[in-house]
C-alpha cells in the first residue's frame, strides 16, 4: 500500500496534542481588529481546543498526526 499523504494546509494549521485533542489559532485575528472591541480581541489571544465534530474531519486530513 502506498503512503498516505496529508494535507498540507491542515498541518499548517492545526497541532494534536499529546491526548489526542486538535488545538488550532482563534479566527478573526488576522486583519480589521479595529472593529472589534478590546475584550473580542483579548479572549480570541492564543489557541483554542476543536470541537469533537471538528476532530473527526481535521484526523481525516492528518492520517499519522
Not at 14 to 38: D, E, M, P, Q
Amino acid at each position: 500500500m502506498p503512503k498516505l499523504k496529508t494535507k498540507s494546509g491542515a498541518k499548517k494549521r492545526f497541532r494534536i496534542t499529546a491526548s489526542g485533542k486538535v488545538k488550532a489559532g482563534v479566527a478573526g485575528k488576522r486583519h480589521r481588529l479595529i472593529s472589534h472591541n478590546a475584550k473580542y480581541i483579548r479572549q480570541n489571544r492564543g489557541t483554542q481546543v476543536m470541537s469533537a465534530p471538528d476532530i473527526i474531519k481535521i484526523k481525516s486530513y492528518m492520517p499519522y498526526a
